[in-house]
């Protein structure tokens, strides 16, 4: 199987190195990839990941037998509308259907019609009718960009103002109730039809320790999650998913690809807090870690609508953890082109970095690197984690100290 791979980020590094393991794989082209995932596949960096026409004239070129897109918005630009219209399977939603991330609204009024439980919401375009949804919901304030904003457009606060000024900011908003309770994010991969999900995750959205600062893109994440309620996956594949599907169907757009689920588990169980059309980063770090399936059979299975033939998947044992290092100033303004060592220790993951001419290595993101490991039990994984973060070199870089602390700590619990 030849695949090629869209984007050039943390996921898509996690994704190239599950990849690569599968027999199936006889060459993997990235386009643009990064330095990591140059390590293991054929890097085309010429290639615009967001432009539809020049990825699907890419895939007929290479001959590729499966297209798997990354990140959010190529999916939202109908890349893989363009790839699919030249016969080539392709894991990832159509445009139509990728408005479950493109749009807040869109994933609302989905939601609404498969009666999928979620928060109480408003769609807001001037500041009288942000005024009156502020009022009804009350604090914490939950106000969330309509579009895209690589997971730094939800502001969660206290401050009226804070809250009205980023409402101002987006133009479009979605403001809803808040949900309480601890989070997790469920990757589903789907046909369409069939449905297989893989472990839940949790990820960790703020800058600093103990959830302080502003959201991120995501600074850490860990699977599996030993205070989950039993059923947590059943529920939610009955409740949310296989509707959510169902209702796309009848729409017309069925999604294909990676459904992720975002979760709150509050006292009354699960709710969903928003969709993504594609796996999650920093989660894919840690769920691919412990995937023993095949990982291109089982995507190509889901581009070619045989997902219901697919054997059960099959999972290692243990514990997975992943930490980000970031760069200074993340996630408001990022220092870029600082040098880094110390990234060619096992359990690396580039998410953002350039490699000079001469083989330095520097920053090129807000998100740095990941750094990943696998363990018998999570304390275990933590550790191993940290082991890793502790050998890398970049100046003014940060990341958290408490990836997986509380729930190696036994501290999470559902709220009653």
């Known amino acids: 199987m030849r695949v090629l791979l869209v984007g050039g980020g943390g996921r898509e590094h996690a994704l190239a190195l599950g990849l690569v393991a599968d027999p199936a794989v006889e060459s993997l082209i990235a386009a643009p990839g990064n330095p990591g995932i140059a390590d293991v596949a054929s890097l085309r960096g010429d290639v615009n990941p967001a432009d539809p026409a020049a990825v699907a004239a890419l895939a007929v070129e290479t001959s590729a037998d499966l297209v798997i897109i990354g990140p959010e918005a190529p999916l939202v630009a109908g890349v893989a509308d363009a790839v699919r219209a030249k016969g080539i399977a392709v894991f990832g939603p159509g445009a139509e259907a990728a408005r479950l991330e493109g749009s807040k609204t869109f994933a609302k009024d989905v939601m609404t019609a498969a009666g999928v439980p979620t928060a109480r919401a408003y769609t807001c375009t001037d500041a009288a009718a942000v005024a009156r949804a502020l009022d009804e919901f009350g604090v914490p304030y939950v106000v969330k960009d309509d579009g895209l904003a690589a997971g730094k457009g939800v502001v969660v606060t206290d401050d009226r103002a804070t809250a009205e000024r980023h409402a101002a900011e987006c133009g479009r908003v979605v403001i809803e109730e808040y949900l309480s ?54 529920d939610v594949m009955r409740d949310v998913v296989h509707p959510t599907l169902a209702e796309l169907r009848r729409r017309g757009t069925p999604f294909v690809g990676l459904l992720y689920v975002g979760l709150a588990i509050t006292p009354s169980g699960p709710r969903v807090i928003e969709f993504n059309a594609r796996f999650g980063d920093p989660e894919t770090q840690v769920v691919l870690a412990l995937l023993e399936t095949p990982l291109a059979g089982l995507l190509h299975a889901a581009a070619t609508g045989t997902l219901g033939a697919h054997p059960p998947l099959r999972w290692r044992d243990g514990a997975a953890v992943t930490v980000v290092v970031a760069a200074e100033g993340y996630p408001e303004r990022p220092r870029t082109g600082d040098v880094i060592t110390g990234a060619d220790r096992a359990g690396i993951i580039h998410a953002g970095t350039r490699r000079d001419a001469d083989g330095t290595l520097r920053s090129a993101g807000g998100r740095v690197l990941c750094a990943t490991a696998t363990g018998p039990d999570l304390a275990a994984a933590r550790d191993a984690a940290y082991e890793v973060v502790r050998g890398v070199e970049l100046d003014g870089a940060h990341h958290r100290t408490d990836i997986a602390a509380a729930a190696v700590d036994g501290r999470i619990t559902i709220p009653g």
């Open 181 to 234: 309770g601890p989070e997790v994010s469920l990757f589903v991969v789907t046909d369409g039809e069939a449905a297989l999900p893989l472990l839940p995750a949790q990820d960790f959205k703020r800058v600093g320790d103990g959830d302080a600062g502003p959201n991120t893109g995501g600074m850490g994440a860990y699977t599996p999650l030993p205070w989950a309620p039993p059923g947590l996956v059943d």
